[in-house]
């Protein structure tokens, strides 16, 4: 078999990438690991910038979207025991931010390709590529017990931390920047009504918590947890004891519908490139999720990594792609920034001493009395520019 575009990965970065390849009348074929039903079922990030609902939008995906999901004009910090409102419309010159499930925009993405007959192989084992810094690179994987081959152009590497397509380049040409934080989050989702209409990030003195949701009856909540939490020490009525200290009163509780435990890291591999491989998404970076950041910066690198193969398919060289890595890393550190500031912001350290609380608590005294200060964090939460 073969194609321009082969994608590893079938989640909104391999995903989008192949929609807004075939809009420009480039071929790709996605393979993904799993099934479609686990990966339809797989919940995770669930808040879009600006930029993102758009570029959806100009996909030709956003169409349920547009229908369901929840426009966001503002957000509260909570700590004190006051609510703090950021009005992230007025500090932005109108922006907003929109909440829809991942898994959402996921099932939106298949459903349309494989509508349109194009290829996407679901449960495809031993998922190996080759000849990356060749012209002619492949993948082989097995699909049914069959061994499979595809010969490509370029080849995505949209397969996530955990994919391969990353540690298939030499490590020598990698350079990796990497932390990890001395805690975790445990998240719900339940079948109960948002405690309010925007999303609420508390900082609390047993440690952080967030209130968000997916729709006007379902929400979903984070608290702060050890970094090895084990969720069967996590009965119900203690995650919602635990909520409704760090949180407080006016939270609704529910059927919890599932349950999970989030590491928190930053990572980046530099560059996002080796040849005729190309990183996008989570496969090359990971932000922890207190900025709502991961799946907003995949489909940045993927706006990237289109028009770099648009000009090369149509022959204009490949001065795009040569440059992709840098463009796409200039983001990716300011979004990195960003998800370790609110982090560092809101969390609880065990081992900070009585001065590096009172330096946090100023800073936010500072963020909810100044408008500078707000600015800041809203244009970097609505969706810095794009490079393009
Ligand atoms: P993934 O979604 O990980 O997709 C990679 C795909 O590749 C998967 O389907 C996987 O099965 C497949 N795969 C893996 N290995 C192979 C292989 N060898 N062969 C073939 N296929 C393979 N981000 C936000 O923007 N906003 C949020 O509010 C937010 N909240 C989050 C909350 C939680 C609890 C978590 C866990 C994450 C959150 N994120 C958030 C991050 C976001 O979910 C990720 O950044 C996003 O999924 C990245 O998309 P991706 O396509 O790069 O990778
Ligand atoms: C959601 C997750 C986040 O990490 C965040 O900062 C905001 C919203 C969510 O799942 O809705």
Same mark, same amino acid.
């Given at each position: 078999?073969? $194609?321009?575009?082969?994608? %590893?990965?079938?989640?909104?970065?391999?995903? @989008?990438?192949?929609?807004?390849?075939?809009?420009?009348?480039?071929?790709?074929? %996605?393979?993904?690991?799993?099934?479609?039903?686990?990966?339809?079922?797989? *919940?995770?990030?669930?808040?879009?910038?600006?930029?993102?609902?758009? +570029?959806?939008?100009?996909?030709?995906?956003?169409?349920?979207?547009?229908?369901?999901?929840? %426009?966001?004009?503002?957000?509260?910090?909570?700590?004190?025991?006051?609510?703090?409102?950021?009005?992230?419309?007025?500090?932005?010159?109108?922006?907003?931010?929109?909440?829809?499930?991942?898994?959402?925009?996921?099932?939106?993405?298949?459903?349309?390709?494989?509508?349109?007959?194009?290829?996407?192989?679901?449960?495809?084992?031993?998922?190996?590529?080759?000849?990356?810094? $060749?012209?002619?690179?492949?993948?082989?994987?097995?699909?049914?017990?069959?061994?499979?081959?595809?010969?490509?152009?370029?080849?995505?590497?949209?397969?996530?931390?955990?994919?391969?397509?990353?540690?298939?380049?030499?490590?020598?040409?990698? +350079?990796?920047?990497?932390?990890?934080?001395?805690?975790?989050?445990?998240?719900?989702?339940?079948?109960?009504?948002?405690?309010?209409?925007?999303?609420?990030?508390?900082?609390?003195?047993?440690?952080?918590?967030?209130? +968000?949701?997916?729709? $006007?009856?379902?929400?979903?909540?984070?608290?702060?947890?050890?970094?090895?939490?084990?969720?069967?020490?996590?009965?119900?009525?203690?995650?919602?004891?635990?909520?409704?200290?760090?949180?407080?009163?006016? @939270?609704?509780?529910?059927? *919890?519908?599932?349950?999970?435990?989030?590491?928190?890291?930053?990572?980046?591999?530099?560059?996002?490139?080796?040849?005729?491989?190309?990183?996008?998404?989570?496969?090359?970076?990971?932000?922890?999720? +207190?900025?709502?950041?991961?799946?907003?910066?995949?489909?940045?690198?993927?706006?990237?990594?289109?028009?770099?193969?648009?000009?090369?398919?149509?022959?204009?060289?490949?001065?795009?792609?040569?440059?992709?890595?840098? $463009?796409?890393?200039?983001?990716?550190?300011?979004?990195?920034?960003?998800?370790?500031?609110?982090?560092?912001? @809101?969390?609880?350290?065990?081992?900070?001493?009585?001065?590096?609380?009172?330096?946090?608590?100023?800073?936010?005294?500072?963020?909810?009395?100044?408008?500078?200060?707000?600015?800041?964090? &809203?244009?970097?939460?609505?969706?810095?520019?794009? &490079?393009?």
């Amino acid at each position: 078999m073969r $194609t321009q575009v082969g994608i %590893v990965g079938a989640g909104p970065a391999g995903l @989008l990438l192949a929609q807004m390849l075939h809009q420009r009348g480039i071929d790709s074929v %996605v393979l993904e690991a799993r099934s479609r039903a686990h990966i339809e079922a797989r *919940i995770r990030a669930g808040l879009l910038e600006q930029g993102s609902v758009e +570029t959806l939008h100009a996909a030709g995906v956003a169409g349920r979207l547009h229908r369901e999901a929840l %426009v966001h004009h503002g957000l509260a910090l909570r700590f004190g025991g006051r609510d703090h409102r950021l009005d992230l419309s007025a500090l932005t010159g109108g922006k907003v931010v929109t909440i829809y499930g991942q898994q959402e925009a996921v099932k939106d993405m298949i459903a349309i390709r494989l509508d349109a007959g194009l290829p996407l192989h679901f449960g495809a084992e031993e998922v190996a590529i080759h000849d990356i810094a $060749t012209a002619r690179p492949r993948i082989t994987w097995r699909e049914d017990g069959v061994a499979r081959e595809l010969d490509c152009d370029v080849i995505a590497g949209c397969d996530g931390f955990h994919g391969i397509c990353r540690p298939s380049i030499p490590a020598a040409d990698l +350079t990796i920047f990497d932390r990890i934080y001395p805690f975790a989050w445990l998240g719900i989702l339940s079948r109960s009504p948002p405690m309010s209409e925007e999303l609420i990030y508390a900082r609390h003195p047993e440690g952080f918590a967030l209130a +968000t949701m997916r729709s $006007t009856a379902i929400s979903r909540l984070y608290l702060q947890c050890a970094p090895d939490e084990d969720l069967a020490r996590w009965s119900d009525d203690r995650i919602w004891a635990a909520l409704r200290t760090r949180l407080g009163d006016g @939270l609704k509780d529910g059927p *919890i519908l599932q349950k999970g435990v989030t590491a928190m890291r930053s990572f980046v591999a530099e560059p996002m490139r080796h040849g005729r491989l190309f990183l996008a998404g989570d496969a090359a970076h990971i932000v922890p999720p +207190t900025g709502a950041k991961g799946m907003n910066l995949a489909i940045a690198d993927v706006r990237v990594l289109v028009r770099a193969l648009e000009a090369f398919f149509a022959g204009r060289g490949e001065a795009l792609m040569d440059s992709y890595s840098a $463009t796409c890393l200039d983001r990716v550190w300011k979004v990195q920034r960003f998800s370790w500031w609110m982090t560092q912001l @809101l969390h609880r350290y065990d081992d900070h001493d009585a001065f590096e609380e009172r330096i946090r608590r100023a800073e936010l005294d500072y963020l909810a009395g100044s408008t500078a200060a707000q600015t800041t964090l &809203a244009e970097n939460y609505v969706g810095l520019p794009y &490079a393009d």
